[in-house]
């Protein structure tokens, strides 16, 4: 780990030289996509340029180049991640890819009164899944509610569980609030009544790095394209003893052991779940990513993260009329805020006029707006080589909009 110096990681961000609109670019849309570091970019370019080829397949050197390379990716995201086994990583197109994955597998492992838990605070990607299942199963769906701070209350969560209870599903930071949950707890609770746990773990991956086996969680999920990495793919970590019980969500070619006719048996892990060509570049360049974080640090990224959600929660209550979503103290650099009497949409296009990029809307967690009673939130989400100084120009941006729509 090298000091913290926003000015030269900036330079890494080509992006971030751009206008929009004649003005620069301020892109506080991390929570939905993280911009993508010239080491990345170099690697992508590198695959293309260099050694594109199928994987696990051909005798040729360029096909061994390629698997070595994205076996070499599992490898990295194994020891990131602190799985016991490589093959408890499987590559997927992202984390909804990696949901449905697991959600489709237990269609064969509960029954009717079963009961599935999920949290107020879900993603509609960690929601819709689990309404599928329990249509396909009879199983029953169940509600971790919130509080006004936008964080789960771990009392009615007890009263939830019981024997029947076979799966919890959470998010570990919520992506419309920033709420960083207390899944440790949540998990031990869980485990007492003998359910599997699955934690969505998009948001949280950009800011911290999370330890499967401390937190002895069953699966975990994340999406390469919110951690510096390239779009369409991510990871399924699953303990090796349930993604041997999970069936193979996809048919097709990698993903057997031998075909015909009558039968066909399917491959060992993590082939088993990886049917047909993956993305490749991606999975290598996913890996590129992990190694651009990790050198950063995470307990860097996460401090000065947290200054800047610190500075920008004080700078914009200083507004009028101003209210923030998710006040909880255990949160990450997401601000979700509405002004009195306006739409957010309407603040984020003047925004996006100035050249700041923000989100507007329900962040796919339209159950969480309906709690607040409100049709969405403006949203900015900070990233590692975001400033102060732009925070100051997000302020003075509501500001302007603000004067400008009342
Ligand atoms: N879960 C959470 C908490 C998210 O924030 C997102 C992305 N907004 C997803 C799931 C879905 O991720 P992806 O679109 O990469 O599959």
């Not at 599997?196 to 773990?201: F, H, Q």
């Not at 998009?202 to 499967?212: G, R, S, T």
């Not at 992990?290 to 800047?308: C, Q, R, T, W």
């Not at 102060?388 to 302007?400: F, N, S, T, Y």
């Amino acid at each position: 780990e090298t000091p913290f110096n926003v000015e030269a990681l900036r330079k890494d961000f080509p992006i971030l030289n751009r206008k929009v609109n004649g003005k620069p670019l301020v892109y506080f849309d991390n929570a939905a996509t993280s911009q993508t570091p010239q080491q990345v970019i170099n690697c992508i370019a590198d695959y293309y340029t260099n050694y594109n080829a199928n994987i696990h397949r051909g005798v040729h050197s360029l096909s061994q180049e390629a698997t070595d390379k994205y076996e070499v990716a599992r490898l990295k995201i194994q020891k990131h991640f602190n799985a016991n086994k490589p093959y408890e990583i499987i590559f997927t197109s992202g984390t909804t890819h990696s949901i449905n994955l697991v959600a489709n597998g237990f269609s064969s492992l509960l029954n009717t009164g079963d009961e599935i838990i999920v949290s107020a605070l879900e993603h509609h990607s960690n929601i819709v899944p689990w309404q599928m299942l329990c249509e396909r199963t009879g199983a029953v769906l169940k509600v971790i509610p919130m509080n006004a701070d936008g964080e789960l209350v771990i009392s009615e969560y007890d009263k939830l569980l019981n024997n029947n209870t076979k799966l919890v599903f959470v998010n570990h930071i919520s992506n419309a609030l920033g709420t960083i949950n207390p899944i440790e707890e949540i998990i031990k609770k869980a485990h007492q009544f003998g359910a599997a746990v699955l934690v969505d773990g998009a948001q949280a991956c950009p800011h911290i790095k999370p330890n499967v086996q401390a937190l002895d969680v069953d699966f975990y999920v994340a999406s390469a394209h919110k951690m510096c990495g390239p779009t369409g793919v991510g990871i399924l970590y699953g303990k090796e003893e349930w993604l041997n019980k999970l069936p193979p969500y996809q048919g097709g070619g990698e993903m057997i052991a031998e075909v015909t006719f009558e039968k066909t048996t399917y491959a060992n892990l993590p082939h088993k779940f990886e049917a047909g060509t993956p993305n490749i570049c991606g999975g290598i360049a996913f890996g590129a990513a992990i190694d651009y974080m990790n050198a950063i640090g995470f307990d860097n990224i996460s401090n000065y993260e947290h200054k800047l959600l610190e500075y920008g929660t004080k700078k914009l209550l200083e507004i009028e009329g101003l209210k923030i979503y998710g006040t909880s103290k255990h949160k990450t650099s997401v601000i979700s805020f509405n002004i009195e009497g306006i739409h957010p949409y309407d603040i984020g296009t003047l925004l996006d006029k100035m050249g700041i990029a923000v989100r507007t809307g329900h962040h796919c967690a339209q159950p969480i707006m309906d709690y607040y009673k409100i049709p969405g939130t403006v949203r900015a989400s900070f990233a590692f080589y975001n400033t102060k100084a732009e925070i100051d120009a997000l302020v003075e941006g509501v500001k302007k909009a603000k004067m400008m729509l009342s």
